[in-house]
């Protein structure tokens, strides 16, 4: 069964350092997205990709977060300074045509 | 502005018995939904979905409603089993067939004693 592989499982990063996610989704699914989830809460879109294009990426904190899927296929979730506040789940999640998203395993980031 | 509300963080069923999670939502746009089962340091895994031309889907001792008309769906499971244990998301859409994103409630989280 095809799933959405996100690495690393557990990072662990002290304030002001750098930081990246990866993500590869369902071979075929044109459809990407990074969500956050706070302890607690429900995941929250952070952004969205249609291939290599960006279609949402309203909550991003832009001047820290950066994201990227140059060819289309996997991509990466940036945090530059990480702060206190980024402690969370980073899920990622992809679809196809369809509405149903299938999500990773996500990254668990814990800042010092 | 919760768009997506799950009103009960907790519920516990016996081993057996029906469970029943509730969610109500505000936006009468949205037309898909979903509920994602979630364990402790595990992504959310995909049970069922609904879209908002029907009013029940069932899917094994998994069934979904939707009532349009009171904003409100619901997921029930029969018979409850332990492994059911977890952190239950409903999830919302406006965009069926363009895989818009989702809005999730706060999630419920059900233990089935047995």
């Known amino acids: 069964e095809a799933e959405v592989a996100q690495s690393p499982r557990y990072k662990i990063t002290e304030k002001s350092q750098a930081v990246a996610f990866w993500c590869d989704p369902i071979s075929g699914h044109a459809t990407l997205y990074w969500y956050r989830q706070i302890l607690g809460q429900g995941p929250e879109l952070l952004v969205q990709f249609q291939d290599e294009s960006v279609v949402d990426d309203s909550q991003l904190p832009k001047d820290r977060f950066s994201a990227e899927r140059l060819k289309g296929v996997d991509s990466t979730l940036k945090i530059q300074p990480a702060e206190l506040g980024d402690s969370a789940m980073y899920l990622c999640?992809?679809?196809?045509?369809?509405?149903?998203?299938?999500f990773g395993p996500g990254t668990r980031l814990l800042v010092l | 502005d919760q768009q997506v509300k799950q009103n009960s963080p907790s519920l516990s069923v016996q081993e057996g018995r029906i469970s029943i999670l509730n969610c109500d939502y505000t936006?009468?746009?949205?037309?898909?939904f979903l509920w994602y089962k979630k364990y402790p340091a595990e992504g959310p895994t995909f049970l069922i979905s609904?879209?908002?031309?029907?009013d029940k889907n069932e899917d094994g001792r998994f069934t979904v409603f939707l009532n349009k008309s009171a904003k409100h769906l619901s997921l029930h499971i029969v018979p409850s089993q332990p492994g059911d244990s977890a952190v239950y998301f409903c999830?919302?859409?406006?965009?069926?067939?363009?895989?818009?994103?989702?809005?999730f409630g706060q999630g419920t989280e059900l233990s089935v004693k047995p």
């Open positions: 999640a992809s679809s196809s045509t369809a509405a149903t998203q299938y």
């Open positions: 999830a919302a859409s406006t965009t069926y067939n363009q895989g818009g994103k989702l809005i």
């Open positions: 936006n009468s746009m949205f037309d898909y």
């Open positions: 609904i879209s908002s031309i029907k």
